[in-house]
């Protein structure tokens, strides 16, 4: 069993994240950092930089998780080849396949503005206007 990370490191890691987040500028993965399989320290640095945000002003809108996926890659996987079939499509070997929102879909109203992060993949965003 992987030792408990502290809540120095969380710390440590969370505001290395958001440095990166808030400058543009990536980092290395926090993987490399984390006890392997230790998804409560993950989502504890997730949870430290919710509330530096929540801090800040930022509000969130909706919240969700994808501990489902994690915990059963396959059956997600099966869901996803069937709603293809379903839909007159195919999953193909070499086919990347993303999660779906863990969220129901939220209305934008104007002056909104939107970013998403994927670690490995990339960021991207938007706003919307009138």
Same mark, same amino acid.
């Given at each position: 069993?992987?030792?408990?990370? =502290?809540?120095?490191?969380?710390?440590?890691?969370?505001?290395?994240?958001? /440095?990166?987040?808030?400058?543009?500028?990536?980092?290395?993965?926090?993987?490399?950092?984390?006890?392997?399989?230790?998804?409560? &320290?993950?989502?504890?640095?997730?949870? /430290?930089?919710?509330?530096?945000?929540?801090?800040?002003? !930022? !509000?969130?809108?909706?919240?969700?998780?994808? $501990? &489902?996926?994690?915990? !059963?890659?396959?059956?997600?996987?099966?869901?996803? $080849?069937?709603?293809?079939?379903?839909?007159?499509?195919?999953?193909?070997?070499?086919?990347?396949?993303?999660? =779906?929102?863990?969220?129901?879909?939220? &209305?934008?109203?104007?002056? /909104?503005?939107?970013?998403?992060?994927?670690?490995?993949?990339?960021?991207?965003?938007? =706003?919307?206007?009138?």
């Amino acid at each position: 069993m992987a030792k408990p990370i =502290s809540a120095t490191k969380i710390a440590a890691l969370a505001k290395r994240l958001r /440095t990166a987040i808030e400058t543009g500028n990536g980092c290395k993965p926090l993987r490399n950092d984390l006890p392997a399989v230790d998804l409560d &320290a993950a989502y504890a640095v997730q949870e /430290t930089n919710t509330k530096h945000w929540l801090k800040a002003g !930022r !509000r969130p809108v909706e919240i969700g998780s994808t $501990a &489902a996926i994690l915990c !059963r890659p396959a059956r997600s996987l099966a869901d996803a $080849a069937r709603f293809a079939a379903e839909t007159g499509d195919t999953l193909e070997a070499g086919f990347v396949v993303l999660a =779906s929102g863990a969220t129901a879909a939220v &209305a934008l109203e104007v002056d /909104t503005a939107v970013r998403v992060e994927v670690e490995g993949l990339g960021a991207t965003g938007f =706003s919307v206007t009138a």
